[in-house]
């Protein structure tokens, strides 16, 4: 059914660094600009050093950081920079809350914004606040991480944890969670703000639907639950809500079996009409792959020459008989989960 194959076998844990992304950028797709923050930030009748020195008054067993704001006043876009007044490194969840509950009591008339900020990942200013508040998600430990091995299995973590941390903790029991981002340096609180896209979410969903349970901490500082049997409407409003309804502290989130195994595929196409066919296909078959994604690539760098290294001797063609110079190609890449038993008919399986 393909016009070229390119198999290459391999054992590995489903983490991966993928370089081209086109699906997932469509999350970020929102116009920033009609809400982002005034040129200067007014504090009407509050100022900056009577602000900072009524945060140096809280109780918390985390810090603030005030002179040294610059590292979190970037992202990856590497577009927008705003210069927080302050940084809260959080130890605890009540750190957060009281934090929030401080700021809820100034009033509007602060104007003092709070953001949480994860790995910074985000590419339009996301994760910025100027002249407010940015809360470091990372500093979050709490709660340590613990893997539920009962049925259904899930693991709780912190709403700063990394999800590479969450799958060498899971792994562990043998699990991992259902649904993934392709690259994995990224928050769990920051990518269930967004949706969570990968190759698995045809299947499962994106991340923000493999999630039984949140703790959030609200608008005004409260600590909350929820889930779909409670606070719904926040559950679902904080889940894909771009940090707009709250700060996610804790998540549940849904977890299964890890393959032992995986058989990963790519396949070039030059033609669109085929490439979408043939991925309309394999995601609407029951007996297809567990991982499916599609990849428009251009060739500007040399990229797809690199390929053609990681494609071992046996493939039937080689990516360097691929002509496509400045021309854009289009990339499925498959995945199938495997257990040792199965290894010797991973090849024979075919798909209708
Ligand atoms: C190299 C790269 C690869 C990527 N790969 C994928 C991918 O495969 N699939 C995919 O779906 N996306 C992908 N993304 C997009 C990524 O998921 C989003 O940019 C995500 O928001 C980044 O997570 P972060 O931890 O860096 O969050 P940040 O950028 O720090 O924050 C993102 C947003 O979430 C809010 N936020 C952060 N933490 C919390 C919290 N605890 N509670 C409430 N709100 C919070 C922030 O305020 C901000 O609005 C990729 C991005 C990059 C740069
Ligand atoms: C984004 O919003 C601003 C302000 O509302 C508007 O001027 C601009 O044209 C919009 N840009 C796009 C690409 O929609
Ligand atoms: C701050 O200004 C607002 C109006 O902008 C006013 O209503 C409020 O009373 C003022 N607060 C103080 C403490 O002066
Ligand atoms: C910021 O302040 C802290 C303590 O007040 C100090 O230890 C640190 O060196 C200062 N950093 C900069 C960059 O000034
Ligand atoms: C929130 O959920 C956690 C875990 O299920 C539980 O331990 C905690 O008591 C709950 N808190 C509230 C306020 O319901
Ligand atoms: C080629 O691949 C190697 C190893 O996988 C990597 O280090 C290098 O950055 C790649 N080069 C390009 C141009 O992608
Ligand atoms: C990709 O482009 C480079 C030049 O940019 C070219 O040398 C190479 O042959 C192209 N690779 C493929 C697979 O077409």
Same mark, same amino acid.
């Given at each position: 059914?393909?016009?070229?194959?390119?198999?290459?076998?391999?054992?590995?844990?489903? *983490?991966?660094?993928?370089?081209?992304?086109?699906?997932?950028?469509?999350?970020?797709?929102?116009?920033?600009?009609?809400?982002?923050?005034?040129?200067?930030?007014?504090?009407?009748?509050?100022?900056?050093?009577?602000?900072?020195?009524?945060?140096?008054?809280?109780?918390? *067993?985390?810090?603030?950081? %005030?002179?040294?704001?610059?590292?979190?006043?970037?992202?990856?876009?590497?577009?927008?920079?705003?210069?927080?007044?302050?940084?809260?490194?959080?130890?605890?969840?009540?750190?957060?809350?009281?934090?929030?509950?401080?700021?809820?009591?100034?009033?509007?008339?602060?104007?003092?914004?709070?953001?949480?900020?994860?790995?910074?990942?985000?590419?339009?200013?996301?994760?910025?606040?100027?002249?407010?508040?940015?809360?470091?998600?990372?500093?979050?430990?709490?709660?340590?991480?613990?893997?539920?091995?009962?049925?259904?299995?899930?693991?709780?973590?912190?709403?700063?944890?990394?999800?590479?941390?969450?799958?060498? +903790?899971?792994?562990?029991?043998?699990?991992?969670?259902?649904?993934?981002?392709?690259?994995?340096?990224?928050?769990?609180?920051?990518?269930?703000?967004?949706?969570?896209?990968?190759? *698995?979410? %045809?299947?499962?969903?994106?991340?923000?639907?493999?999630?039984?349970?949140?703790?959030?901490?609200?608008?005004?500082?409260?600590?909350?639950?929820?889930? +779909?049997?409670?606070?719904?409407?926040?559950?679902?409003? #904080?889940?894909?809500?771009?940090?707009?309804?709250?700060?996610?502290?804790?998540?549940?989130?849904?977890?299964?079996?890890?393959?032992?195994? #995986?058989?990963?595929?790519?396949?070039?196409?030059?033609?669109?009409?085929?490439?979408?066919?043939?991925? +309309?296909?394999?995601?609407?078959?029951?007996?297809?792959?567990?991982?499916?994604?599609?990849?428009?690539?251009?060739?500007?760098?040399?990229?797809?020459?690199?390929?053609?290294?990681?494609?071992?001797?046996?493939?039937?063609?080689?990516?360097? *008989? %691929?002509?496509?110079?400045?021309?854009?190609?289009?990339?499925?890449?498959?995945?199938?989960?495997?257990?040792?038993?199965?290894?010797?008919?991973?090849?024979?399986?075919?798909?209708?």
């Amino acid at each position: 059914m393909y016009s070229t194959n390119f198999l290459r076998e391999t054992a590995r844990v489903v *983490q991966r660094v993928v370089l081209v992304l086109l699906l997932n950028l469509t999350c970020h797709n929102i116009n920033r600009s009609s809400y982002l923050p005034n040129a200067t930030p007014v504090f009407s009748n509050l100022s900056t050093p009577d602000i900072e020195s009524s945060l140096i008054t809280l109780n918390l *067993q985390g810090h603030f950081i %005030f002179n040294d704001t610059h590292h979190v006043a970037n992202d990856f876009g590497n577009i927008y920079h705003f210069l927080p007044m302050a940084i809260l490194l959080p130890k605890t969840v009540s750190d957060i809350s009281t934090t929030i509950k401080h700021v809820f009591d100034m009033g509007p008339n602060s104007e003092l914004t709070v953001t949480a900020r994860g790995h910074g990942h985000s590419l339009q200013g996301q994760s910025q606040s100027h002249g407010g508040i940015v809360i470091r998600m990372e500093s979050l430990k709490q709660p340590k991480m613990h893997v539920h091995t009962g049925e259904p299995p899930y693991v709780d973590v912190s709403g700063g944890e990394l999800w590479i941390n969450v799958l060498h +903790e899971t792994l562990k029991e043998g699990l991992a969670p259902k649904s993934w981002t392709d690259y994995l340096h990224l928050t769990v609180g920051g990518t269930l703000s967004n949706a969570g896209v990968s190759g *698995q979410a %045809f299947r499962h969903g994106p991340q923000i639907d493999n999630v039984h349970q949140l703790e959030i901490v609200t608008g005004k500082g409260e600590i909350v639950n929820c889930s +779909e049997d409670q606070n719904a409407d926040l559950f679902y409003g #904080v889940l894909g809500g771009l940090g707009q309804f709250g700060i996610i502290t804790r998540a549940r989130i849904a977890l299964e079996p890890a393959p032992k195994m #995986v058989k990963w595929i790519r396949v070039l196409y030059s033609d669109f009409y085929s490439f979408t066919k043939d991925q +309309e296909q394999l995601i609407s078959s029951d007996t297809s792959f567990d991982y499916i994604e599609g990849f428009v690539i251009k060739n500007r760098t040399g990229l797809i020459n690199n390929w053609s290294s990681t494609f071992s001797p046996r493939d039937p063609i080689q990516a360097s *008989q %691929f002509r496509s110079e400045g021309k854009t190609l289009y990339c499925l890449e498959m995945a199938m989960y495997l257990n040792r038993e199965d290894s010797n008919t991973m090849n024979q399986v075919s798909i209708s």
